[in-house]
């Protein structure tokens, strides 16, 4: 080979390893890891764990689940708006975390809009008003006698401190004028255990994280927090029906820290979507609880900047704080 011809390749194998854009043929190159801030055994964790292995079977690339709960999620949100903005480190959180706790927390550690770029929504989730089968309401109706009849007699299990679950709970003696006691949890699973043993008489719960112990009889619905009837459970009425004007449709959705390639964001939302058109991650969604969800990051983008003070007034309304 000529030497000039050699010198010439020389210097385009240099310029590929010296530039992370030439030598990467494609993105992931790598094991990727998605943040979950809440704890195993709820909602977003389930979720995710469907779209890990969808995204694994289709990008070739291993997607890891890594739980990191604490203070309603702000521990592993935090972590995910520190990490690396290159792809490699996603975030997949319950809209809690992002549009509800800014409102919740005196300072949750990060900014919703400025430290996240959003990717797509994934999916949305039933949420039910559970009780032991033991506990003598049967209904929403019948619990709302029962705890004016017994102030503060009745404890409500929830994932933690600023979930979902909690505020939810915090939304429904509001409204209803009934004084339920919280108790909080590290986690979804940990409030249902309480829950089937009795220490508690009632809980908010997603049906990912529930509606194992419900078809099973450990458990029984009061009533459905979202606004429409879920296709899991066609015959539980909503808490709406008793309640005029409560309700709630818990989205899930995936971020990346602000900073990550526009082109990388793209392919995500594109990877997402591909998963959520398969039979396979819809029947394993629907399985718990859950429909797909999808949208451009634009649209998503607009989502969270219309929640954040939908939420807002909500937790003003409710009361609810956490320090």
């Known amino acids: 080979m000529p030497i000039q ?15 992370p854009a030439l030598a990467q043929d494609k993105y992931p190159n790598k094991p990727v890891t998605i943040i979950v801030p809440q704890a195993a055994g709820g909602a977003n964790d389930a979720i995710a764990r469907v779209i890990a292995q969808k995204l694994t079977e289709q990008t070739g690339q291993t997607f890891i689940v890594d739980n ?3 203070a309603g999620g702000n521990l592993g949100t935090v972590a995910a708006a520190k990490a ?7 975030m997949l959180t319950a809209d809690s975390s992002m549009v509800i706790n800014p409102s919740l927390y005196k300072s949750t550690g990060f900014d919703p809009q400025k430290d996240f770029e959003p990717v797509g929504p994934v999916a949305t989730a039933g949420y039910v008003l559970v009780a032991n089968p033991a506990f003598p309401a049967n209904n929403v109706s019948e619990l709302i006698a029962q705890a004016k009849q017994q102030p503060g007699k009745i404890n409500i299990g929830s994932a933690g401190n600023g979930t979902l679950n ?5 939304m429904l003696g509001k409204q209803t004028g009934i004084d339920l006691v919280h108790i909080p949890y590290k986690g979804a699973a940990a409030a249902v255990i309480d829950l089937i043993a009795g220490q508690v008489q ?8 529930s509606i194992a112990h419900i078809r099973s009889g450990k458990i029984k619905v009061l009533g459905v ?4 009837r879920v296709p899991a459970l066609p015959d539980a009425p909503t808490i709406g029906d008793t309640v005029r004007g409560f309700g709630a449709t818990p989205w899930y959705g995936l971020f990346v820290p602000a900073g990550t390639p526009k082109a990388i964001i793209t392919q995500l939302n594109a990877e997402i979507a591909k998963a959520l058109d398969s039979k ?16 451009t990051p634009e649209q998503f983008a607009t989502l969270v900047r219309e929640d954040l003070p939908r939420w807002a007034r909500i937790v003003k309304e409710s009361g609810a704080t956490v320090d």
């Open 5 to 19: 011809r050699r010198a010439t390749l020389a210097l385009a194998l240099f310029a590929a390893l010296g530039d």
């Open 68 to 70: 990191r709960p604490g």
């Open 84 to 90: 690396r903005p290159d792809g490699y480190t996603l």
């Open 166 to 170: 909690h505020l939810i709970g915090e």
């Open 280 to 295: 396979d991650a819809q029947d394993r969604l629907a399985g718990v609880g859950c429909e797909p969800f999808k949208s």
């Open 202 to 209: 009632v809980s908010v719960q997603s049906l990912p994280s």
């Open 225 to 228: 927090v979202n606004p429409k």
